[in-house]
């Protein structure tokens, strides 16, 4: 049974750094039929999908274009995680942070419990 | 960009009744690459359904897709007090890669 745990702080102060991290259970970050995705939910931008990470032979990422300037999401093997930055935050970024698991890059099957993440000085 | 729209943006119904949502795409989606979640408060989306018609596990039978092309729509045969959430249909693309519709509220009436 999959299982995904988030940690992090739920306070970032304008233009610095949010990081999250995402520990996997039951599955590999090495996994060639999965990727790992961090999605927000606001109630201004509803879901919106921010990037991912995945193995298929070698490691490759896809960022949302409206991100792409200031995230990076890099797996962790030896501790069979993944983890989030977004560098340059504004109050905008505040969110509800999820990271996930899709089935052959598709869809989001398992999700993790979610973090608020309020950007504010 | 692919933009899902739902319909309508709040459903008020009664417990035993039949619920239907519409999710309308602005470009063709691949069945194979359109799902459904429900959503309560405070807790994460929950997959339904994925490739338009297939139940994820554990899902009840109540649950059900359709729909190709632009339009989907998941339907709840008899509404069970449980069932009354947020709904959110989502496809995979190629830019971006992940998009979802802005949900529709289920409630009771």
């Known amino acids: 049974q999959v299982q995904l745990q988030q940690s992090g702080p739920g306070l970032v102060k304008p233009s610095q750094t949010l990081s999250l991290t995402c520990a996997i259970s039951g599955d590999s970050v090495s996994s060639n039929s999965a990727a790992w995705n961090w999605i927000r939910q606001s109630p201004s931008r509803g879901l919106e999908w921010l990037g991912r990470t995945y193995y298929r032979s070698k490691w490759y990422n896809d960022y949302a274009l409206s991100v792409k300037s200031r995230i990076t999401i890099n797996p962790d093997t030896s501790k069979n995680q993944f983890s989030l930055q977004l560098n340059s935050v504004t109050p905008e970024d505040t969110a509800v942070y999820y990271c996930?698991?899709?089935?052959?890059?598709?869809?989001?099957?398992?999700w993790g419990q979610g973090t608020l993440v309020t950007v504010s000085s | 960009e692919i933009v899902l729209t739902q319909s309508p943006g709040t459903l008020s119904l009664s417990p035993g009744e039949r619920a239907t949502l519409s999710c309308r795409a602005s470009q063709s989606v691949s069945s194979s690459y359109l799902a459904w979640y429900q959503q309560k408060p405070g807790q994460a989306p929950r997959l339904l359904i994925y490739?338009?018609?297939s139940r994820a596990t554990g899902i009840p039978d109540r649950f059900s897709g359709s729909g190709s092309g632009t339009d989907f729509t998941l339907t709840i045969s008899r509404l069970e007090p449980e069932d009354f959430a947020v709904y959110y249909c989502q496809q995979y693309g190629s830019s971006p890669r992940i998009t979802f519709g802005q949900g529709t509220r289920l409630e009771i009436k």
């Open positions: 996930t698991r899709a089935v052959s890059g598709s869809y989001p099957s398992h």
């Open positions: 490739g338009a018609s």
